[in-house]
């Protein structure tokens, strides 16, 4: 039951280079979209997100695109540091029905000097 | 910053053991979860707890868990009788859910179990 997808496993770019992160789901329920970086044995570290009211969020270099038609979200990092080298899960939550998150497999970000 | 700890960082088990994974989460939150990830897979959710009880859990959460908020800040899980599948990392998150709507969960640095 894989309800929220992230279809690259990995993805290589180059420093200073934007990076673009997919993620599909398939539950209309979901309302609240979250991206987690994570590095090996450490826990998952909140990076942004983005309500299903908006398409479009932004901290920093981060900004979460939501197209809710397309059940399609997508994270953009620019520009790319090598320090951005992480796991990126992309999370999805019904808020009315007590928030779990559901977890795509996450993409590797390899950002290279 | 507050964050969510977890004890012990490692726990080491023979099958049929039961183990306690402990929680601290941050203090003023409300909601409480337990997530795993067993090695090379996805996070996946296990449980959520609110109001001093489950208000959810999944397909994995079977007879051998429990949840418990023994005092004002401390949230365990325990697996009565572990077996080899249940060797994983187990994250806690908590929340406490904003006026806005926001509703980021933030996450412990895991316990890695591991059962032989």
């Known amino acids: 039951d894989q309800q929220v997808k992230q279809n690259s496993p990995s993805l290589s770019v180059q420093e200073g280079r934007i990076s673009i992160l997919n993620c599909d789901y398939t539950?209309?329920?979901?309302?609240?979209f979250l991206w987690y970086k994570k590095y090996p044995a450490e826990g998952p570290t909140f990076l942004i997100s983005i309500s299903s009211i908006k398409d479009k969020n932004e901290d920093g270099r981060f900004t979460v695109f939501l197209n809710k038609s397309a059940k399609h979200l997508s994270l953009h990092i620019v520009p790319s540091q090598p320090g951005d080298s992480a796991v990126y899960f992309c999370?999805?939550?019904?808020?009315?029905?007590?928030?779990?998150?559901?977890f795509g497999q996450g993409t590797e970000l390899s950002v290279k000097p | 910053e507050p964050e969510v700890t977890q004890t012990p960082s490692h726990q080491v088990t023979q099958m049929g053991q039961e183990v306690i994974l402990r929680c601290v989460p941050i203090s003023n939150h409300l909601y409480f979860y337990w997530y795993r990830q067993i090695l090379g897979q996805k996070v996946e959710f296990l449980v959520s707890f609110y109001n001093n009880e489950i208000s959810e859990k999944s397909e994995i959460f079977d007879d051998q868990f429990s949840v418990e908020r023994p005092d004002g800040s401390n949230f365990t899980l325990k697996i009565r009788s572990t077996k080899l599948e249940d060797s994983a990392m187990y994250f806690c998150a908590s929340i406490r859910p904003q006026g806005t709507g926001a509703y980021e969960q933030y996450f412990g640095p895991g316990t890695r179990l591991t059962v032989t």
């Open positions: 999370a999805a939550s019904a808020r009315n029905q007590g928030g779990k998150l559901i």
């Open positions: 539950n209309s329920m979901f309302d609240y």
